[in-house]
T-cell receptor, first 115, second 115 residues
Framework: GAVVSQHPSWVICKSGTSVKIECRSLDFQATTMFWYRQFPKQSLMLMATSNEGSKATYEQGVEKDKFLINHASLTLSTLTVTSAHPEDSSFYIC???????????FGPGTRLTVT | AQSVTQPDIHITVSEGASLELRCNYSYGATPYLFWYVQSPGQGLQLLLKYFSGDTLVQGIKGFEAEFKRSQSSFNLRKPSVHWSDAAEYFCAVGVPSGGYQKVTFGTGTKLQVIP
């Protein structure tokens, strides 16, 4: 149980285009979802937290107009990287918390490469 | 604000040898504590967690960790390492934040296992 999926697993896009990444909780309802960014050989940095039906809370230094987060339902959150640039290339990982346990379940990650 | 320190960036052990990965945290109270493992290009898998109670926590894959309040530590141990344990290990601290748990990760320890 407690499986989180991400789609796509990897994506290559051209500079200036937008990319959408989906995060789904497959067998539980996620009251809260989280988006992390991981640079090569570095730790995970929390980008934002989202609750179903409400606006995301962004961490300091994260551009909310560039990284659009939509938590449309209790099983789906999306991260859209708008007007992507090469410096946005990274590994993006989502996680979901069910609310009944203080544990986050992580997705497998999405590798974004902007050329 | 909470923080997590993993002082060892890289550790090499021989297969069959014992392992201890260090983790120290900074937080005003007792936080939730986690150890995750990440294989290259993959998401995170939870090894074990500590919320309260017995300070020696058993996890999956033969791992255990001990919470020591006096030392603000949560070190991960395994009595006999297998080649498949080679991966990146992250210690994390979770603290309550507006109805959910905000998780802060350490910088990770990369484990190399040699024959």
């Amino acid at each position: 149980g407690a499986v989180v999926s991400q789609h796509p697993s990897w994506v290559i896009c051209k500079s200036g285009t937008s990319v959408k990444i989906e995060c789904r909780s497959l067998d539980f309802q996620a009251t809260t979802m989280f988006w992390y960014r991981q640079f090569p050989k570095q730790s995970l940095m929390l980008m934002a937290t989202s609750n179903e039906g409400s606006k995301a809370t962004y961490e300091q230094g994260v551009e909310k107009d560039k990284f659009l987060i939509n938590h449309a339902s209790l099983t789906l959150s999306t991260l859209t990287v708008t007007s992507a640039h090469p410096e946005d290339s990274s590994f993006y990982i989502c996680s979901a918390e069910s609310g009944s346990s203080y544990e986050q379940y992580f997705g497998p990650g999405t590798r974004l490469t902007v050329t | 604000a909470q923080s997590v320190t993993q002082p060892d960036i890289h550790i090499t052990v021989s297969e069959g040898a014992s392992l201890e990965l260090r983790c120290n945290y900074s937080y005003g109270a007792t936080p939730y504590l986690f150890w995750y493992v990440q294989s290259p290009g993959q998401g995170l898998q939870l090894l074990l967690k500590y919320f309260s109670g017995d300070t020696l926590v058993q996890g999956i894959k033969g791992f255990e960790a001990e919470f020591k309040r006096s030392q603000s530590s949560f070190n991960l141990r395994k009595p006999s390492v297998h080649w498949s344990d080679a991966a990146e290990y992250f210690c994390a601290v979770g603290v309550p934040s507006g109805g959910y748990q905000k998780v802060t990760f350490g910088t990770g320890t990369k484990l190399q296992v040699i024959p």
